[in-house]
T-cell receptor, first 117, second 114 residues
Framework: GESVGLHLPTLSVQEGDNSIINCAYS??????FIWYKQESGKGPQFIID?????DKRQGQRVTVLLNKTVKHLSLQIAATQPGDSAVYFC????????????????FGQGTILTVHP | GAGVSQSPRYKVAKRGQDVALRCDPI?????LFWYQQALGQGPEFLTY????????KSGLPSDRFFAERPEGSVSTLKIQRTQQEDSAVYLC????????????FGNGTRLTVT
């Protein structure tokens, strides 16, 4: 079936470094992608999203890149801070059968980001 | 509150008991989703409501799982005759009607079946 997966299950960086978290997706029909951050004991928190008609989108300290040719998504975090330590999930959305859609998301397994002071 | 609220935060049930998990979505959000998250995994879709209509329940693992949203606001996920494999975090999320709008998640209910 269609799935969203991550290349690296864990990532360890030093405070102040830039972090890059990668995600591969297999459903070519996916047209909307979201990155979520999940801290222990909490629900996923929205970070940034991107539509399939875009290649890049920037937020505060975060950038999402979308490469539809190779079905790859990445999240870049600038000047990573200890508070960025969490599990990061990418999620994709695609239209359902018959063109119907309501926003159902399919999540990848997640990458654990650890930031050392 | 401005966010999605779920209760209880923790629930311990003995195998065979019935449980009910509550979700209060963000006010005015048309769409409501339930997800199940096993330890170390990403959330898995269970069911979706648009207002009071349950439009997709394809992710419910068995007929022991039942969800409702009778007035298009608060939703309840009920699990009958709980089994150990039901132990997980149950997440509720809501969003506006727009297709390209992010889901806003609550902090979940951690269910442990002993």
């Amino acid at each position: 079936g269609e799935s969203v997966g991550l290349h690296l299950p864990t990532l360890s960086v030093q405070e102040g470094d830039n972090s890059i978290i990668n995600c591969a997706y297999s459903n070519s029909a996916s047209d909307y992608f979201i990155w979520y951050k999940q801290e222990s004991g909490k629900g996923p928190q929205f970070i940034i999203d991107i539509r399939s008609n875009m290649d890049k989108r920037q937020g505060q300290r975060v950038t999402v890149l979308l490469n539809k040719t190779v079905k790859h998504l990445s999240l870049q975090i600038a000047a990573t801070q200890p508070g960025d330590s969490a599990v990061y999930f990418c999620a994709e959305r695609s239209q359902g059968a018959g063109g119907t859609s309501y926003g159902k998301l399919t999540f990848g397994q997640g990458t654990i980001l650890t930031v050392h002071p | 509150g401005a966010g999605v609220s779920q209760s209880p935060r923790y629930k311990v049930a003995k195998r065979g008991q019935d449980v009910a998990l509550r979700c209060d979505p963000i006010s005015g959000h048309v769409s409501l989703f339930w997800y199940q998250q096993a330890l170390g995994q990403g959330p898995e879709f269970l069911t979706y409501f648009q207002n009071e209509a349950q439009l997709d329940k394809s992710g419910l693992p068995s007929d022991r799982f039942f969800a409702e949203r009778p007035e298009g606001s608060v939703s309840t996920l009920k699990i009958q005759r709980t089994q150990q494999e039901d132990s997980a975090v149950y997440l509720c999320a809501s969003s506006t009607a727009a297709y390209n709008s992010p889901l806003h998640f609550g902090n979940g209910t951690r269910l442990t079946v002993t």
